[in-house]
């Protein structure tokens, strides 16, 4: 089992930032990969976000390529997303998502086998 927990969202205007952070503990000394998503009411979770073990491999969705960063200290069993030139599209709740198994990509919800609460992003125009 790992359980995961999100942290660092908020409130912020348009063309803020913020910092999310997704602590892992439980079992973490297997490999996993990780993934954000984020989802609106009435709407299916989105992918944003994902980034291997290793952290050679990095995945973006296409509407927050060149405004979010994805990224991993594994020494610290932390994962984190940089998010930079806020819209208010992009107002959610934020999850992060590990998954043990290896699949060829991680923008597919439903391949992960854990998920943390979530934190609301609220932006502002």
């Known amino acids: 089992q790992v359980q995961l927990v999100e942290s660092g969202g908020g409130l912020v205007q348009a063309g803020g930032s913020l910092r999310l952070s997704c602590a892992a503990s439980?079992?973490?000394?297997?490999?996993?990969?990780m993934g954000w998503f984020r989802q609106t009411p009435g709407k299916e979770r989105e992918f944003v976000a994902g980034?291997?073990?290793?952290?050679?491999?990095?995945y973006y969705a296409d509407s927050v390529k060149g405004r979010f960063a994805v990224s991993r200290d594994n020494a610290k069993n932390t994962v984190y997303l940089q998010m930079n030139s806020l819209k208010p599209e992009d107002t959610a709740v934020y999850y992060c998502?590990?998954?043990?198994?290896?699949?060829?990509?991680?923008?597919?919800?439903?391949?992960?086998?854990?998920w943390g609460q979530g934190t609301q992003v609220t932006v502002s125009s």
């Open positions: 998502a590990a998954v043990t198994h290896y699949y060829s990509g991680l923008t597919r919800s439903v391949q992960y086998e854990y």
């Open positions: 439980g079992r973490t000394f297997s490999p996993y990969d």
């Open positions: 980034i291997r073990w290793s952290g050679s491999g990095i």
